[in-house]
């Protein structure tokens, strides 16, 4: 357990033993403990005896404390049932051998590299003279409300560092970070900053992650956390599809509802790492912050860095329950308040699919118009609409209405679509430049680029330096402008390239690499002071599908959408595993054409939109094809859609059956917050022989409660009651008669008032 680890690993059977036996009697004393512990934690605490700090939820309890040498020692993170007497005070290790010394193997809270220590710093710095050498030893701390923070300093430079600890006293979710502040009266380079080492309990992991490609995100990867490093990162310049910045460690065995599960995810849209590893002694680090490949931020002195945050949390009620506390978190406190948007995520149309970049006022109306008859909520202009925008080679970075396709401006457009009852949307990619345009013909030296090197192209585009000041301000001037003359209720703001060459000429030698965060941060604040001069705005985060999510671009965005991939097979892999990080309230799915263009697949219109409803439904498809009957059930479906969306986009989801790993069959179901609406999706790739579909068991219902049963699409078999308690719905199921290929159900029980 935990608690004892700072000990040597057991060397023989009597070692062994104790090792057993000591763990047994913490075990013991936590269950003791629930009977004991009568009065809740103070979510901070600090006791000023053991040195020990104390970040508590009804929940989880996280502890670490000052030992001997002065350092950070991390000392429990899990059930909030410890009581606090067995909540040791902070002692180091005693090393293992002389090749391991303590410094090395203690668990720190922010080590930073120095002495001798030999797994990922969270700290690593360059001093003028040559030194690199940074050991951190406690120097005070400050507590308030739920909020701990605790100043760091070197053990003889004046490099301090400020820990910065939260915990919602909901979730148990702990957000951290860290200050480095020069004060040496000289420069020095920070070569690698993190936000936070999470130090896990001593036991065995699997590392589960997310993983991808351009049409292929989010793919779940699960594999055993062995002796060596596993490196989850971005070098990209922003988040990117290969990894996303989230992690889950559990113990093999763990599953979608039992076993214990220590999560995290990273607030950060630039260049990320993520590093897990088990140090000398077997235990579990997991750092994470700036990647540190090609970074060097140098301080000048009386200057500091602050890290992105990195929140984490721990649950022992299995993946699906990490998930949902992670969704609810999201929802609470990262998400832009929903104050003044009442409603829920609004069910759109957009232009992209069925148009390509051949827009104008014409086709567009049209589109408006049949849009409506739906029940379409908001009207989305996307790619095309500017510049000399006719194909993906000019025109990006001239964010100019086209006169040859809206002759009158976008004006009778937006003034249609409100008279359409629906508000206005309109794409936008503001951080890249076509070299096809005026704004690159004007400045050339806006863009990333080593002077006298290739400037690489992706899509035709290269990517704008918002880390330059006049960069920033000129696109927040354009945006400003745009949404000021035209009422825009949504922006789509798309980013369809990664970084090459990311150079910053204009900066001194020593400073250009700052652009890593110096971007990111200039992106943040031209969100944040467009939401501010905007307050009506509502923004997707779109990076050619699923490249950048993240919970800092959700600090300042609505929804984001997560493949370009919009098959509804496929997307129900991408939807799960999108779901292991993040919200499906903010998960836009669009209904698109058949047969899709990814793969070929024919499916019925029925099928894509039960697939796009399981997130905050969007259709996508060339309306001007469909017939009476696909607008028939478009209509329908948009209406029940209406009628369940606030459990879908705000409720608990539970993975019923996972579509992973080939599977036939796949089924979610999301529950409404006070347990009053359930809404199951089930899915059918394929019947096999003469299986039926398996009867699927409902979750998180009251079963006291009285629920009736209503098919929004599909059948139950016969005899399956209208109406029973959520007991029954939980234990005996439901057997739906799901047959054939590519067929899906959708049933909705509500509770009954009694
Ligand atoms: C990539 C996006 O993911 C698409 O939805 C679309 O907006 C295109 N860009 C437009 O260029």
Known sequence: MWAFTDECPPQGRNDTMRHQHRSVTLWMMLLASTQVLGAAREPVDYNPDTHVFTLSSPHVTYAFGVNERGELQSLYWGDHRVPDDALPAAKPDTGSSSFDPSTGSTPQEYPAWGSAFYTEPALKVSFPDGNRDLVLHYLSHTLSGSHVSVLLKDISRDVRVELRYDIDPDSGILARSARIENHTGKPLSVQQAAAATWNLPSRSYELYSLSGQWASEWHLDRRPVLPSQTVL????????????????????????????????ALAWSGSWRITVEPDIMRRVRVTGGYNPFDFSYRLAPGESLDTPVFFAGYTPGGLGEASRLLHRFELMHVLPPLAPHPRARPVLYNSWEATQFNVNEAGQLKLAEMAARIGIERFVMDDGWFGARDNDHAGLGDWVVSP?????????????????????GLWVEPEMVNP?????????????????????????????NLARRDVRDHLFNVLDDLLTHNDIAFLKWDYNRNWSEPGWPEQKPEDQQKVYVAYVQNLYWILQHLRERHPKLEIESCSGGGGRVDLGIMRLTDEVWPSDNTDPFDRLSIQDGFTYAYTPGVMMAWVTDSPNWVNQRSTSLEYRFLSSMQGSLGIGADLSHWNGQDFETARRLVAEYKSLRTTVQRGNLYRLISPRDGSSYSATESVSSDAGQAVLFAFLHSSSLRYPYPRIHLKGLDPQARYRLRMVAGNPEEGTPPEASGAHWMSDGIQLLLKGDFQAAAVVLDRVAQ
């Open 233 to 264: 990162e971005s070098r990209r310049g922003s988040t990117g599809e290969q990894n996303n910045p989230w992690f889950a460690l559990a113990p093999a065995g763990t599953s979608e509802d039992v076993g214990p599960v220590w999560f995290g």
């Open 404 to 424: 040859r396709k809206f002759p009158r401006g976008l004006q009778p457009l937006i003034e249609r679509v409100h008279a359409l009852g629906m508000d206005f």
């Open 436 to 464: 096809d345009s005026d704004l690159y013909r004007h400045h050339p030296d806006w863009v990333l680029n080593f002077p006298g090197r290739p400037r690489t192209q992706g899509r035709n585009q290269l990517v704008l």
